[in-house]
């Protein structure tokens, strides 16, 4: 199967020090009201082994996060956009071996 890519613009809430060729796994944190006074965090992987194309930094406004441009399909498109919608989306670089991930979290599930 032959997948159509294109450049989209990431905003995380939460980045790590990224650079132009960074690899990066994306992140969205939901908080889950379990009861009244009970809640859950859950950490749910939106895609993973991305390249960073580019590092767009405000030169206004240099504390604030900054934008990344990265190469996605339509299904990882739609990931990102909806786990914008639903909660905190954090972007990390990988320090280690792509293929061996620190731990093991759920995928975001679209269908």
Do not use: C, M
């Amino acid at each position: 199967y032959s997948f159509n890519t294109y450049v989209i613009d990431i905003n995380p809430d939460f980045i790590t020090d990224l650079h132009n060729g960074d690899l990066i796994k994306v992140y969205v944190q939901t908080i889950e009201k379990v009861d009244k006074e009970t809640e859950r965090v859950n950490n749910l992987l939106v895609f993973d082994k991305k390249e960073v194309l580019e590092v767009i930094e405000d030169e206004e406004q240099k504390d604030k996060a900054k934008t990344l441009r990265i190469l996605v399909t339509d299904k990882e498109a739609l990931s990102y956009y909806n786990a914008k919608k639903t909660g905190t989306v954090i972007a990390l670089k990988y320090e280690a071996d792509i293929n061996k991930p620190d731990y093991e979290i759920p995928v975001i599930n679209i269908e």
